[in-house]
T-cell receptor
């Protein structure tokens, strides 16, 4: 069976510090991978998606970047965090294809102070 | 503009009672609609998926309906349990070239004993 992991589960970082959130998927190959942010009282916002190693599409201009160094590894990064980067970050994967379900990870709660 | 709106924003019901959550969308062209359940601090989990030709689909005590003409969907929860307390998110897949997901902001359901 497939599983998706995210870490850390929670993170408190000062403004201006760097960020690295990691997501890994087990039990499947060549998945589509996604990073979402969920702010309080708002819907999930797609940040990045990837259809393969090294292939990253950015949905919104922002202070964040993503990388996919391995087939089942997806990393969300920032060089300098802003207060507005606080939120709940979710990684998801899906089988390649138009209408396939996305499976979400447990999420990372990021608080920038 | 492609949007998904949910109502109510929040709802409190007593254990054992039924409730209905609403989702209106303006996404066009439409591909499919999913209802997700998101427990606090966790990633969303899919409950049902509905395509254009489907009117009703059940998953245990959850029953989703879709009216493609009025672009409305509902999620009915029967005989609620304390474990039903969660946020319920309506997600519509855009049927155009980008194949994006459009997320509602969710309905926060609290089931009280």
């Amino acid at each position: 069976s497939q599983t998706i992991h995210q870490w850390p589960a929670t993170l408190v970082q000062p403004v201006g510090s760097p960020l690295s959130l990691e997501c890994t998927v087990e039990g499947t190959s060549n998945p589509n991978l996604y990073w979402y942010r969920q702010a309080a009282g708002r819907g999930l916002q797609l940040l990045f998606y990837s259809v393969g190693i090294g292939q990253i599409s950015s949905e919104v201009p922002q202070n964040l970047s993503a990388s996919r160094p391995q087939d089942r590894q997806f990393i969300l990064s920032s060089k300098k965090l802003l207060l507005s980067d606080s939120g709940f970050y979710l990684c998801a994967w899906s089988v390649s294809g138009r209408d396939n379900e996305q499976f979400f990870g447990p999420g990372t709660r990021l608080t920038v102070l | 503009k492609n949007q998904v709106e949910q109502s109510p924003q929040s709802l409190i019901i007593l254990e054992g009672k039924n409730c209905t959550l609403q989702c209106n969308y303006t996404v066009s062209p439409f591909s499919n609609l999913r209802w997700y359940k998101q427990d606090t601090g966790r990633g969303p989990v899919s409950l049902t998926i509905m395509t254009f030709s489907e009117n009703t689909k059940s998953n245990g005590r959850y029953t989703a309906t879709l009216d493609a003409d009025t672009k409305q969907s509902s999620l009915h929860i029967t005989a609620s349990q304390l474990s039903d307390s969660a946020s319920y998110i309506c997600v519509v897949r855009y049927g155009g070239a980008t194949n994006k997901l459009i997320f509602g902001t969710g309905t926060l359901l609290a089931v009280q004993p």
